[in-house]
């Protein structure tokens, strides 16, 4: 893991709908290289705090520094920097695989487009597929289609909400590996939302669980197993979970 | 390329893909409005009227001192021939039950005395016209007949004027007696020029553009519900928004996509409607195409463009803020409804000709400014014509560029709580 500076700084996120504080005080910072996990059941704030850091959603209080820049006073200069794939994003139907990385890439790096979606096309793996409209495809290739769009103008934060949500276990293992070799070829910042706790156990650098809103434990797989005295990642989280509402 | 072109470029590349969009709303009118002129055209033809003619008087009456001599037999006669040649279908009968068979759609009853009246100078000769209520056929032979007994009736008067006179050995036109007051007519336009028939069908032309404008407003709103709460169910904005781009350049991309799908509509709509009145005017002779003013077809686009880009903006801030494309599309329904009563109303009512305190609060509906924007170059005034579209776009920029402020992502993303 190669640990340099803090790309991402999330500090005191707060966020209010309805009078219900969804998101509670959240904060933790994500060095280049690293790949960050958010992890808590339902409801726990992790697609808030996701949407706040990708400038999509105002906090109520709290800072994002995305790459040095302040993402709440300039958004749009903080996008330059990221990329971002929701958990339940969809594909347009009447559009291929192959126009929908022209579409991303033409958006986000107009200058050298080619050289990105050539690499989305490699990335996808979806080959000859690729300029089929993606209505046909099935959930695992639009996922893999949506995944390369999201790395394919190496962005230096990536922010990926469940990114294997609806994968079979071999598209789920391809999707991690290109994840993992992503961020250490590009020594990008990522962030990942997810419920596998395999995943997270052998994806993450790093891992914070989430419940309530607030961050109730942060650290390295090895370490949260170690303090929670579990075998695994899912135990740990149990437990943390567990401790958390006592 | 642009980030705008290339957004306006995914929007109507995917729409041009959307073959059922494309149906309803480009080929379905271009169709079928002509469709529903020369079916119309067909079936009006195809539902002849029966005619049935009684004569109950079955006498002929002479006048020695006119020198006149009316026979109900004739006049009978001439009813059979001239309704005839307009296409009815005429039974003579002797029995007043014809009245009962919902067959025959108008008895005429040439009564008893009524040649003893025709022929006399102090008696009235009626004829018996028995319509059916609420039957379109019934209606038109009613027209045919009482423009063929107007004519027996004018020309009896003539024969008796002519024959009146020459008795009393007085000179008299017939005609200076049954017209001794007519109407003269010149058609002017406002400024007082002279003007023709093919001005007052150019009127009648823009009447109906300005309905048209009606028509263009429903798929707008459609398409911008579509392109924002439409993208929102299927989840496929999120990710489209958090590109590097400022969220109003994706706002402007959709309702500049909405405003072409609108004048397509429009254009759709327009030249269906045209095709419909050439070939309805095509049968009675008239070349419509002499009447057809280019400016004014470029003034409906122009305004067309505009109303579209109002409508939008209009409905933009309240749809942004709904749950789904259902209550979005109860809220456009709201923009439709003003927007189809100001258009309905300007087809009917000339809203420069309305007093100050009506047309001072019409002014603050968009809307109003559309209508009077054809309305006015109709009649000549160019000048407020181009004031009122002026004010039309002044309208329309100001009313986007404040949708567009009061909208960020999380309103677009998070829908509000029920």
Partial sequence: MVCTVDTIVVEGLVKVYCNRRVVDGVSFRVKS?????????????????????????????????INGIDALA???????????????????????????????????????YREAVDYGVKLSGLRDRLHDRAGEYSKGMKRRLLIAIALMTKPQVAILDEPTSGLDVYASYSVRKVIREYSREAGAAVVISSHNMLEVEHLCDRVAFINNGRIIDLGAPGELMDKYSSANMEEAFIKAIEASTL | MSDLSTLLWKELLDLSRDYKAILTTVLLPLILLPILGLVGIVLVSQQPATVALIDEDHCESTNSMLNITISSRRVAEILYEELSKKGFKVIESNDTSVVDDPLVDLVVIIPRGFATNATSLSSTASVLVIKRANVQASAMAEQAAREVISWLSYSLARVKIDALSKYAGVEASSEAILSPIVTQQEVVTIVGEKAGVEEELKGLLARFLVLALGIVVTPATSFIIDGIIGER?????????????????????????ATIVGIIATISDVVGFLTYIYLTLLVYGVQLMLFIDPLLLVIHAFTSFLTILTSVAMALPFITRTRGIR???????IVTIIATIIFFTGFIVDYYKLPMNVKTPLYLIPFTHSVLAIQLYVIGYRFESLLHTLILLALSAILLLISIRTLDSEKILVAPPS
């Fill in chain 1, 74 to 112: 300039k958004p749009v200069e903080a996008r330059k920097f990221l990329s971002y794939l929701p958990e339940e994003a969809e594909v347009y139907p009447r559009l291929t695989g192959y126009e929908h990385m022209l579409l991303h890439a033409k958006l986000k790096c107009p200058n050298n």
């Fill in chain 1, 33 to 65: 290289g690293e790949i960050f996990g958010l992890i808590g059941p339902n409801g726990a704030g992790k697609t808030t705090t996701l949407r706040m850091i990708t400038t999509l959603v105002r906090p109520n209080e709290g800072r994002v520094i």
């Fill in chain 2, 233 to 257: 169910e299927r989840k496929t904005i999120e990710m489209l928004i958090s590109l590097p781009i400022p969220l109003s350049k994706i706002l402007y991309s959709k309702v500049l996509a």
């Fill in chain 2, 327 to 333: 209550s979005a599309s109860n809220i456009a329904g």
